[in-house]
């Protein structure tokens, strides 16, 4: 991805592509350099306003979203977050949400990182793309075991409806056991 020109975009929202939303600055503006698997762009809004926007997009807000996290983990300080679970966006926060360059990396796509120079990490993704965000290594492997404690609850949420409706579609105390025979017996009739 080192010899080409980014797109640009007036807006975006994350989706199951999105790797990295990094705060720029370009012209001027606090801008987002956006990397997708395969591809960059550069997006005419700050990271944040991308965050609130693919949250609203799928049903939510970013409020909501972190309300939510604090919730199910009690994590208060630079929180993850999941923007739609059924597409494994899954964003955290390279410092707190409030501050203008702080930038959010998708979870599902980081391969690998390590120390770079000056308290930064060095962060290769699925795709091979690597790059160096201001964040310690110590401070990044927190937000990555803080994420997947989030992705490992939410999982589990998900996967026990189907197993609790399948309990309650099976239940065998007498009257509905008694229920389900009636049903079978009206089925075999036709």
Same mark, same amino acid.
């Given at each position: 991805m080192e010899n080409y020109e980014p797109v640009i975009l007036e807006s975006y929202e994350a989706n199951r592509l999105t790797m990295a939303i990094l705060a720029v600055m370009e012209d001027g503006q606090l801008h987002s350099s956006v990397y997708e698997a395969e591809k960059k762009m550069l997006v005419k809004m700050k990271p944040m306003e991308i965050v609130e926007r693919s949250c609203r997009y799928f049903g939510s807000s970013y409020i909501g979203r972190k309300a939510g996290t604090k919730d199910l983990l #009690?994590?208060?300080h630079k929180p993850p977050i999941v923007v739609d679970a059924a597409n494994s966006i899954y964003l955290f926060p390279t410092t707190s949400s409030s501050r203008p360059q702080c930038s959010w990396i998708s979870h599902y796509y980081i391969r690998q990182y390590e120390t770079a120079s000056q308290d930064n990490t060095l962060v290769t993704f699925t795709d091979g793309t690597e790059l160096t965000l201001p964040i310690s290594v110590? &401070?990044? %492997?927190?937000?990555?075991? *803080?994420t997947a404690q989030l992705r490992t609850v939410i &999982? &589990? *949420?998900? %996967?026990? #409806?189907?197993r609790k409706m399948g309990a309650f579609m099976f239940q065998r105390d007498s009257s509905s056991q008694a229920l389900q025979e009636q049903l079978i017996r009206e089925l075999n009739r036709y």
């Open positions: #009690g994590i208060t110590h &401070s990044f %492997e927190n937000q990555m075991y *803080r &999982s &589990s *949420r998900i %996967e026990d #409806g189907p």
